[in-house]
């Protein structure tokens, strides 16, 4: 009896075999689930890239900047530029949640235009909002510009400038020029 049990052919044990096929199939999927989330967060940030430098916005968004070196100049009453840099900031500003998890790369990157965008097209995004009767229209481009003008110190003095400005552009709302 000993004897046969010494020398007796090991039994496979089938459990153990499975779970080890179990186990290597789980690790397998969460591979799979974490590359596909790395390749989300890399489709959406050559997006974000596409929407950037895409050429009608980067000559509105050049049309509107022009009012940063003086922001007294008049601005047309319906500002198409202006309006179109503000669709695209709010595109831009919504692919920023797919880009990290940090949630703050399309600013490090972007935030100095992003922060200026915001100060001189503010006064349009109220505007829009209100003629809109839709007060979350570009809400995502509102959020992420506040949030540059807070993350971009250099710009505290063009900020004071503006801010002061706002005021009269609101005032001639009615008139010719805004």
Request: hydrophobic share 45%.
């Given at each position: 009896?000993?004897?046969?049990?010494?020398?007796?052919?090991?039994?496979?044990?089938?459990?153990?075999?499975?779970?080890?096929?179990?186990?290597?199939?789980?690790?397998?999927?969460?591979?799979?689930?974490?590359?596909?989330?790395?390749?989300?967060?890399?489709?959406?940030?050559?997006?974000?890239?596409?929407?950037?430098?895409?050429?009608?916005?980067?000559?509105?968004?050049?049309?509107?900047?022009?009012h940063f070196?003086?922001?007294?100049?008049?601005?047309?009453?319906?500002?198409?530029?202006?309006?179109k840099v503000?669709?695209?900031?709010?595109?831009?500003?919504?692919?920023?949640?797919?880009?990290?998890?940090?949630?703050?790369?399309?600013?490090?990157?972007?935030?100095?235009?992003?922060?200026?965008?915001?100060?001189?097209?503010?006064?349009?995004?109220t505007r829009?909002?209100?003629?809109?009767?839709?007060?979350?229209?570009?809400?995502?481009?509102?959020?992420?510009?506040?949030?540059?003008?807070?993350?971009?110190?250099?710009?505290?003095?063009?900020?004071?400038?503006?801010?002061?400005?706002?005021?009269?552009?609101?005032?001639?709302?009615?008139?010719?020029?805004?």
């Amino acid at each position: 009896m000993i004897m046969t049990q010494i020398y007796a052919e090991p039994t496979m044990d089938w459990n153990a075999v499975w779970t080890a096929v179990g186990a290597i199939a789980t690790a397998v999927g969460a591979f799979a689930i974490g590359f596909a989330a790395l390749q989300l967060r890399f489709e959406a940030w050559l997006k974000a890239q596409e929407v950037f430098t895409e050429d009608g916005f980067v000559s509105a968004r050049t049309a509107v900047f022009q009012h940063f070196d003086d922001v007294h100049q008049p601005w047309p009453k319906d500002d198409d530029n202006a309006k179109k840099v503000c669709r695209k900031m709010d595109e831009l500003a919504r692919l920023e949640s797919f880009v990290t998890l940090p949630r703050r790369r399309i600013l490090r990157v972007w935030g100095n235009p992003i922060a200026k965008a915001w100060l001189l097209l503010k006064p349009t995004v109220t505007r829009e909002c209100e003629v809109a009767h839709w007060d979350k229209k570009w809400k995502a481009f509102t959020v992420l510009g506040k949030e540059a003008v807070r993350g971009n110190q250099s710009l505290s003095e063009f900020r004071e400038n503006v801010l002061q400005n706002h005021d009269n552009r609101n005032a001639a709302q009615q008139g010719d020029v805004l």
